[in-house]
């Protein structure tokens, strides 16, 4: 358990949902998509989504530090408390759905 806070208040959470927004040079993109789809979806380019533990946030943040380059990659890590906390809104076709895994 984890403790995060929205809205103000502070919260025990046991997980939360990530989403991954990046623009890497392309020599680094493959190493990067690899990486990223241990533990999250891959729903369009360059986007990565899905729940995570602290554990793993923390090995993907590591891990993205290893990879890129500060100096000419960006990426952008949006952090929700829960999937129920945001709202999807998809314009067009749906890439790569997320559906439940058995």
């Known amino acids: ?7 103000g208040k502070t ?4 997980s939360m949902y990530l989403i991954i927004v990046y623009d890497i040079k392309v020599e ?12 999250l979806f891959w729903v369009q380019n360059s986007v990565f989504e899905g729940e995570v ?4 946030y923390l090995n993907i943040e590591s891990g993205l ?8 990659d960006s990426i952008i890590m949006y ?9 999807k ?8 759905p997320i559906g439940e895994i058995l």
């Open 65 to 72: 530090n290893d990879i890129i380059n500060i100096n000419e």
């Open 11 to 14: 919260y025990w959470s046991i």
């Open 28 to 39: 680094r993109v493959n190493k990067v998509k690899s990486f990223l789809r241990q533990n």
């Open 53 to 56: 533990t602290k554990s793993e």
């Open 89 to 96: 809104e998809i314009l067009g076709i749906e890439k790569s």
């Open 79 to 87: 952090k929700f408390r829960t999937d129920d906390m945001m709202q």
């Open 1 to 7: 358990m984890f403790l995060s806070q929205y809205g």
